[in-house]
């Protein structure tokens, strides 16, 4: 199952007990966190996230309220023992960051740290689960947004159909992979009479911070949750745009023409202590929005 | 008055609801901020401590637990439109990590920004208030403690005495100093008879991390308050040892000989969820400790 708990929701600083950017997506066990503001490591703590289950960490851009918690993360897991290995995917001026605050502190992690550095539009990760791609987005520096696809599954066999036509046990496998399969007799017995297709694989849009922006629409196209930054509600939008950000409804809009699922919204800014008119503003152009909280987990 | 605010008294990793290193002395509406480990910003909001009032930030070491907070607390000052110079004191290598962060994320500060790199024994801080000094402690990278000294207040008039012996106006602020008084007529009116002697200046001294270690005593000899490390409880001396850090005993026994009233014992490890023992072990040696509790101010 793919979803998305979200550690803040909060843009640059802290405030109304929100907290900056970080989320963890999960995906049948497996943890990718996505930002990683000051402070991720104890929101982690609170709502229970397990940080051992973390293989990915996935930084869109270097605005501090967006990796200031990075360093402090990874010196936590050496202090903690963890052993898998880290995968850390930023810009790249993030490895020089950290390599030198582990050197003046004189810290070797107990774990490999392999850094990547993501540039363009790119396909980040690749295996039999998910595919995980970075995309630009239009913010005052370099910026990128992440999307998380869920690997097509195998078909499912129908069983009793799979018993009366007599296929051996070896070759579930590749019916679940498609395969018609042919008799001794030369007969085709075709997949479709054998098996029901795979449930779709879900995908998941995080697009960072960003003006409005519709070049990004194909890389997030048809996902089923977008989670799309509204730093400002609509009457802003001056303000929006001079500073890179969106709003509520520039957010929703991005999302209807990308004929999203659903809408989370985000990265709300610290003059705001109640974020409803957020809500009622999106969900004029785009009903199917909600409030990014955090502690809370959406399922894609 | 001279009082510190705990805002952080755990070691590396936060635990229990334990936040890492960072202390705010106040003297007189002035706050002196003493480390910041990740998430201080978001406790002084806890604490309602007052950013506008910071003017001066002391970081001990470069470990992650007393100055990942830094760069985003610095980030909010700017943000929030903070006016006033600040000096931040540290290590040699922390202004680099402050610039390049600031550089990379396009940042430019509302304010004045004066690093100063801290070496050796030296005042950092000499104004009508305060001294403020650091020295070295014994840790496994360079590592400062700082005493914070009230100055001697002026002496304060016996009212009526000074009019009993019609000493003019324009001349109190002299009395306050200690002057005597000489009248036209070539009599020596004594100071002591006039004014009272000023209250004491009182004396708060931070030990930062460090293992058991005499060298320090001179530094914080007599102070009203000490504040030394405690991660571990007497029975991990040698992990304490090999670690740089000190235990419960060790701290109590610097105390003792350092003659101070009293002793604050804080940097606990993670790996203790109840701390009871800590004050036990230390009380046996040296009585008057207290844990340095979060969101509790100690009078100096």
Not at 137 to 148: A, D, K, L, S
Not at 161 to 177: G, S, T
Request: net charge negative; hydrophobic share 40%; proline share 3%.
């Amino acid at each position: 199952m793919l979803a998305v708990t979200i550690l803040g929701n909060n843009s640059a600083v802290p405030a109304f007990d929100r907290h900056p950017t970080s989320q963890v997506v999960t995906l049948d066990g497996q943890h990718f966190l996505v930002d990683c503001g000051e402070g991720t490591q104890i929101q982690m703590m609170r709502y229970k996230i397990r940080r051992g289950k973390i293989s990915h960490i996935f930084i869109s851009h270097l605005h501090g309220d967006h990796y200031f918690g990075l360093v402090g993360l990874l010196n936590s897991f050496s202090l903690l023992n963890h052993q898998q290995e880290l995968h850390v995917y930023g810009p790249s001026p993030l490895k020089e960051i950290i390599e030198m605050q582990m050197k003046v502190a004189d810290t070797t992690l107990c774990y490999s740290l392999h850094f990547h550095s993501i540039t363009g539009e790119a396909v980040l990760v690749d295996n039999e689960k998910v595919e995980i791609k970075c995309f630009p987005t239009q913010h005052r520096i370099e910026c990128y947004g992440f999307v998380f696809r869920e690997k097509k599954k195998p078909r499912k066999l129908i069983l009793d159909a799979v018993k009366e036509n007599l296929i051996p046990l070896h070759f579930y496998d590749k019916l679940k992979e498609g395969a018609d399969f042919v008799t001794s007799a030369g007969e085709v017995i075709r997949n479709e009479w054998l098996t029901t297709a795979a449930p779709r694989g879900r995908q998941y849009a995080y697009c960072a911070d960003t003006k409005y922006n519709e070049a990004m629409i194909p890389h997030i196209q048809g996902s089923d949750v977008v989670y799309h930054e509204a730093t400002y509600l609509d009457n802003l939008r001056d303000r929006a745009e001079a500073r890179f950000h969106s709003t509520s409804v520039q957010a929703a809009e991005i999302a209807k023409k990308a004929e999203a699922g659903r809408l989370l919204l985000g990265h709300f800014s610290s003059k705001y202590d109640q974020l409803d008119e957020f809500l009622t503003e999106s969900r004029a152009v785009f009903p199917n929005t909600d409030l990014a909280l955090e502690g809370v987990s959406y399922r894609v």
